[in-house]
């Protein structure tokens, strides 16, 4: 079971350039976002899905833009990334039963933009 | 907006020493979360806490959830060298709990 898969692990970008994070869930779980990690700042989410189709803006979506076509992936798109975007990504998935339910985190993307 | 703070940023503390750390949020929270990222990982959960006044025991750690859904605590008695990592809390809007906003998380490293 391989529970949720991202891709690259590692990237490094020039200013402008563009690109995709990819993350993929095999737990069926509805429920898939995407955050950023910066020292001292914990993990601020940027976008986030309730099923395929549905996605709402979390705390820092600006320069970020995502879909959910199918349950399983949900990609994260860089259109022209910025020193700023300079971070960890982590994407997570959720099975919502109810009120709420425990998040499944990959291992994480790590983005350089020169 | 939401704001979930947490405190303290670092904790060092002698093995076999309790710590704490303290989950403030500036709204009511549908439900608080914990997590635990060892360095280089990603996090894990820990638990979640929903009802007001809600106290939830894992062997030494204990988990406790504010009265009014605004605050939250974890306290781990006699650490141990494999507790080192940054804690995390995590609180849900209370009116969209999808919304999951993280605290800043708290460092403890722990000397043998």
């Known amino acids: 079971n391989a529970g949720v898969t991202q891709t690259p692990k590692f990237q490094v970008l020039k200013t402008g350039q563009s690109m995709t994070l990819q993350c993929a869930q095999d737990m069926n779980h509805e429920y898939m976002s995407w955050y950023r990690q910066d020292p001292g700042m914990g993990l601020r989410l940027i976008h986030y899905?309730?099923?395929?189709?549905?996605?709402d803006q979390g705390e820092v979506p600006n320069g970020y833009n995502v879909s959910r076509s199918t349950t399983e992936d949900f990609p994260l798109r860089l259109l022209s990334a910025a020193p700023s975007q300079t971070s960890v990504y982590f994407c997570?998935?959720?099975?919502?039963?109810?009120?709420?339910?425990?998040?499944?985190f990959g291992e994480g993307s790590r983005l350089t933009v020169l | 907006g939401q704001q979930v703070m947490q405190i303290p940023q670092y904790q060092h503390v002698q093995e076999g020493e309790d710590f704490t750390t303290y989950c403030n949020s500036s709204?009511?929270?549908?439900?608080i979360q914990w997590y635990k990222q060892r360095p280089g990982g990603h996090p894990v959960f820990l638990i979640q806490l929903v009802k007001s006044g809600e106290v939830k025991k894992q062997k030494r750690l204990t988990f406790q959830f504010g009265e009014a859904k605004k605050n939250s605590s974890l306290h781990i008695t006699a650490t141990q060298t494999t507790d080192v990592g940054t804690y995390f809390c995590?609180?849900?809007?209370?009116?969209?709990?999808?919304?999951?906003?993280f605290g800043a998380g708290t460092r403890l490293t722990v000397k043998p």
């Open positions: 995590a609180g849900g809007k209370f009116y969209n709990n999808n919304d999951m906003r």
């Open positions: 899905s309730v099923g395929a189709g549905i996605t």
């Open positions: 997570a998935s959720s099975r919502r039963q109810g009120n709420t339910g425990e998040l499944f």
């Open positions: 709204t009511t929270l549908s439900n």
